[in-house]
């Protein structure tokens, strides 16, 4: 006799007001497999996966888990169904220990330590079979990402769970880490768990899904078996059409420099030293990114760039003129004003404000400038019409600019934040992971506009967690590691394995040009 499937929706339904986020989603995840699940950027996979972990509650259809119609009206209910959800962004309490995470909201009754002493024993049981190898009892802070989010899939074992969703799981991670993810994943599956794999990548649905749905303005459109499909395939059925590149890269000299750091020290938040004496420049008309296990500087990189962090020793010019050194600092406002503009790496720390609307987002840091403001107050039509511009240019969905941004997709969130950056035409473009949570038809716009901006003689500076992504859009690609500049590479001289074992701080032959 053949087990239920461990997931079935029918004719699954969810309205936003006037918007359809989910219509008729009818899907079928088969016990003990890998299950992928494409789509682009408010094509409604967010809103699926939220009535499969309780978030929300479908206005119709059935929800139908191992057999048995259910209604999740919370995330607690769907863990005591067996439902789990690993999201893009930790839920973990950084200060708080692995142990203390992992039991947070589940000590039951009686003495803490007493329930620190059962849990151990639980885990110790959990680890063996599943091959974690995490330290209890160190604080979350001092993890690597990969760490944390093997901490949230170990939190979701703990608590029972036989089905997994992983929202973007890949998205901040090395690709040793993804590595590691994907072995973890296939683990899982051999031990009768079942995986709900959400992601915009779609070497990575090939690599470890085993059936694949694409959803496409709130419909299922092709539910496959990932041995049947190709990327390609997967990809137009994603955007209605084929993807291609619109622009080319020119050939051509780089220009002046245009940004340039030396013997650049600072500080991360914690206080320890973040940049050594890196120096680097910027040239007119390239694309520089950089490469590096997250938490290696390139976050305080950004922030010396950028106005938002003071260098401790050294030097930052722009355009010939110091903005940043121990004695000089030139804030976000005059560096904006001064023709640089940025898209934060952690848009939803400073890129985005959750709670104001899309329009008012669309302004935020250009708030001040002629174009919005006139005697101290604000050009209500010219900014909504400046939003609207936005939502066209990027596609951002729904076409609803008085929404909070929090309802809308990450992707469409960093869509926004692209649009507003690009909108005045910058002489430099400060750029942090720049398509993370992006499905790939704005992937390929994105780079795109990255390129036309490198051709008409702009200088980007760009982090990526990506490789792909910076063999892809970089002219020179620079590697840090522990805080230190390993090396600067022509995009020509690199490879994936080579730039690894810089970021592992092991430069190799490589040279730097």
């Keep these: 006799m053949s087990l239920a499937p461990a997931i079935e929706t029918k004719d699954l339904c969810k309205r936003f007001g006037n918007v359809q986020a989910n219509d008729n989603i009818s899907l079928v995840v088969e016990q003990g497999t890998v299950h992928g699940i494409v789509g682009e950027n408010g094509a409604g996979k967010s809103t699926l996966l939220k009535m499969l972990f309780g978030f929300y509650q479908p206005n119709s259809g059935d929800l139908i888990v191992n057999g048995e119609k259910l209604s999740l009206d919370s995330p607690s209910e769907a863990m005591a169904a067996g439902i789990a959800m690993v999201h893009q962004h930790f839920m973990l309490v950084e200060p708080f220990t692995v142990l203390e995470n992992i039991i947070l ?14 849990a151990k024993a639980k885990l110790k049981g959990l680890e063996q079979q599943f091959g974690f190898d995490l330290p209890l009892d160190a604080p979350v802070s001092q993890l690597s990402v990969g760490e944390r989010q ?9 608590r029972g769970a036989d089905v997994l969703i992983l929202d973007e799981p890949t998205a901040v991670l090395t690709p040793q880490e993804c590595d590691q993810l994907f072995d973890l994943v296939r683990l899982l599956k ?75 020290c600072a500080q991360s938040d914690h206080g320890h030293e973040a940049l050594k004496n890196v120096s680097l420049e910027i040239y007119d008309g390239e694309v520089l990114g950089v490469a590096g296990v997250a938490g290696n500087g390139q976050t305080e990189l950004l922030e010396v760039l950028t106005g938002l962090r003071q260098v401790t020793n050294g030097t930052v010019s722009l355009s010939g003129n110091v903005t940043n050194s121990p004695n000089t600092f030139t804030g976000p406002i005059e560096l904006r004003d001064s023709g640089l503009a940025h898209v934060a790496e952690d848009r939803l720390k400073t890129g985005v404000v959750e709670t104001m609307t899309a329009t008012e987002n669309a302004i935020l840091g250009y708030q001040r400038s002629a174009d919005f403001c006139r005697n101290g107050l604000l050009r209500l039509k010219a900014i909504a019409a400046a939003a609207a511009r936005y939502f066209e240019s990027q596609d951002v969905r729904p076409r609803n600019p008085e929404l909070p941004v929090a309802a809308f997709s990450g992707g469409n969130q960093q869509k926004l934040v692209i649009a507003r950056e690009l909108a005045r035409d910058p002489q430099t473009l400060i750029v942090g ?7 790939i038809g704005a992937v390929t716009k994105i780079h795109d506009q990255i390129t036309e901006l490198r051709n008409a003689g702009k200088a980007l500076l760009v982090v990526s967690a990506d490789l792909d992504e910076l063999m892809t859009i970089s002219d020179r690609i620079a590697v840090m590691c522990c805080g230190v500049l390993e090396g600067v590479v022509a995009i020509e001289d690199a490879d994936e394995r080579s730039i690894g074992l810089m970021m592992a701080g092991s430069s190799g032959e490589l040279a730097t040009p």
Excluded: C, W
């Design 433 to 439: 992971q720049p398509t993370r949570g992006v499905d």
């Design 105 to 118: 909201g589940a000590e039951g009754q009686g003495l803490l330590r007493h329930a620190a002493a059962d």
């Design 190 to 264: 051999s031990r009768g768990k079942t995986i709900l794999f959400v992601t915009h990548k779609l070497q990575e649905i090939m690599a470890v899904t085993d059936t694949v749905t694409v959803i496409r303005a709130g419909k299922v459109i092709v539910r496959t078996a990932t041995a049947e499909t190709t990327p390609d395939a997967l990809a137009e059925a994603m955007v209605g059409a084929k993807i291609s590149r619109a622009v080319e890269r020119r050939d051509g000299s780089k220009g002046m420099p245009r940004m340039k750091l030396e013997s650049v």
């Design 150 to 158: 093997r901490v949230e899939i170990l939190k979701a074992l703990f």
